[in-house]
């Protein structure tokens, strides 16, 4: 069965740190991957999507995801977050095409807080 | 264009009784999903319709759980009778035929006390 795994269940940084949120999929075949986001109060929006091509993805807001297919890894990263990026960020995965709809496979979900 | 719409937003009922969750799919868009998330826990997967077909069901946790979506519009989420661990925020996604991923509904908190 499909899974996925996001390492750290919560992350405090300071403004102007890197971000680096871990996400770890197991499936042995072709996926299409998400980053979802969830700013408080606001509802579930996607960040960025990988579906094929270049693996480094690029989203909004100034983040990014790498793809790395050996490692069955989908690492979301941004240089240097901001107060705003203070959310809880879900890592997806989906790997089952039928009639255009697909099925997707959510993580546990990473809190985010950005000390100001 | 008007997004996913889920009413009522929130939702306090007592064990045993019943509860209808609601959700307004983006006009035009066949796939419409059902997830929950309990108590922080990941977002699960509940059910998928293709327009007013049920094409996945494995996630649904219990015959307790009905889904319609007559006419291939919106689409209804009962649970009855409620029990207390069906706690949670139930969240509604739809997508068109091009999975260029999910656009989601604000979300229904079920509280059963």
């Known amino acids: 069965a499909q899974s996925v795994s996001q390492h750290n269940h919560h992350v405090i940084l300071s403004e102007a740190a890197s971000l680096e949120l871990g996400c770890n999929y197991s499936y042995g075949g072709t996926v299409n991957l998400f980053w979802y986001v969830q700013y408080p109060g606001q509802h579930l929006q996607l960040l960025l999507k990988y579906f094929s091509g270049d693996p480094l993805v690029k989203g909004i807001k100034g983040f990014e995801a790498e793809f790395i297919k050996s490692k069955f890894s989908f690492n979301l990263r941004k240089p240097s977050v901001q107060w705003s990026d203070t959310a809880e960020y879900f890592c997806?995965?989906?790997?089952?095409?039928?009639?255009?709809?697909?099925?997707?496979?959510f993580g546990a979900g990473t809190r985010l807080f950005v000390k100001a | 264009e008007a997004g996913v719409t889920q009413f009522p937003s929130h939702s306090v009922i007592e064990k045993g009784q019943t509860v209808t969750l609601r959700c307004d799919p983006i006009s035009g868009h066949d796939n419409l999903y059902w997830y929950r998330r309990v108590m922080g826990k990941e977002i699960k997967f509940l059910l998928h319709?293709?327009?007013?077909?049920?094409?996945?069901e494995s996630g649904m946790p219990n015959n307790r759980f009905l889904a319609e979506r007559t006419g291939g519009t919106y689409s209804t989420l009962k649970v009855q009778p409620a029990e207390l661990e069906d706690s949670g925020v139930y969240f509604c996604?739809?997508?068109?035929?091009?999975?260029?991923?999910?656009?989601f509904g604000s979300g229904t908190r079920l509280t059963v006390v």
């Open positions: 996604a739809s997508s068109g035929r091009q999975a260029v991923g999910y656009t």
């Open positions: 319709f293709v327009k007013e077909s049920k094409q996945d």
């Open positions: 997806a995965v989906n790997a089952r095409p039928d009639t255009g709809g697909f099925k997707t496979i």
